[in-house]
């Protein structure tokens, strides 16, 4: 089984603070993703990575950066936390180029900044 | 671009009484369908996804989803719940080989 696992499952912050959300997935998936679920919003997407150091934007980057420095890991950085990024985020992995992209999901870090 | 519609944001249901999720889809060119259930304080899970062929696929706990192209809609639907299937459901469609956009989410809560 595809395994994701994300650092922590509740994290509090304040203001300004730098936040770092981690992300792992342990079957060699190419594909990595960050979201943020919000109520009424479904997921939307902030950056995804296809390989070790590249990145593409989603459709929400404002505020956000991202590293991926080895394949199985994938970070997900807010420079200066603020209450408006209060959220539940979600990290998925999967294979490009084998068919219909099936996204595996952690468990999910909910964020909040007071 | 593309784009998901989800038309009911909860759903409360009886035990033992059939459901209905309904899903519509906007895209210009052939997509793959998903339908993904989240139990609570969890992560996404695949419920059910449509790739190709035949339009009606299933589940393995009895949830089935039907693809119609000329109504561009991909609605789940169960024959009878179970108090288990309290969950939300998100409807997901894709285009290439990497994105998924995503509908806003139902809710079903289901009361013996």
Redo the contacts between chains.
């Keep these: 089984d595809v395994k994701v696992t994300q650092s922590s499952r509740y994290l509090v912050k304040r203001t300004g603070e730098k936040v770092f959300l981690e992300c792992v997935q342990d079957m060699d998936h190419e594909n990595m993703f960050w979201y943020r679920q919000d109520p009424g919003l479904g997921l939307r997407l902030i950056y995804f990575s296809y390989d070790v150091k590249m990145k593409e934007k989603g459709d929400i980057p404002e505020g956000y950066s991202v590293s991926r420095e080895k394949k199985e890991r994938f970070s997900l950085i807010l420079e200066s936390a603020s209450t408006n990024q209060t959220s539940m985020y979600l990290c998925a992995s999967s294979v490009p180029g084998q068919g219909p992209p099936e996204q595996f999901f952690g468990p999910g870090t909910r964020l909040t900044v007071l | 671009a593309q784009s998901?519609t989800?038309l009911d944001?909860q759903v409360p249901v009886f035990e033992e009484a059939p459901v209905e999720l309904r899903c519509n889809y906007s895209s210009s060119v052939s997509v793959?369908l998903?339908w993904?259930v989240q139990y609570p304080?969890?992560?996404?899970?695949?419920l059910l996804?449509y790739?190709s062929g035949s339009t009606l696929v299933e589940s393995i706990n009895g949830f089935e989803a039907e693809f119609n192209k000329s109504q561009t809609s991909f609605h789940l639907r169960k024959p009878s719940v179970h108090i288990s299937d309290t969950a939300e459901y998100?409807c997901a469609v894709?285009s290439?080989?990497?994105?998924?956009s995503?509908?806003?989410?139902t809710t079903v809560t289901v009361r013996a």
């Design positions: 998901v989800q944001s793959y998903f993904y304080n969890q992560g996404l899970q695949l996804k790739l998100f894709s290439n080989d990497y994105k998924l995503f509908g806003a989410g």
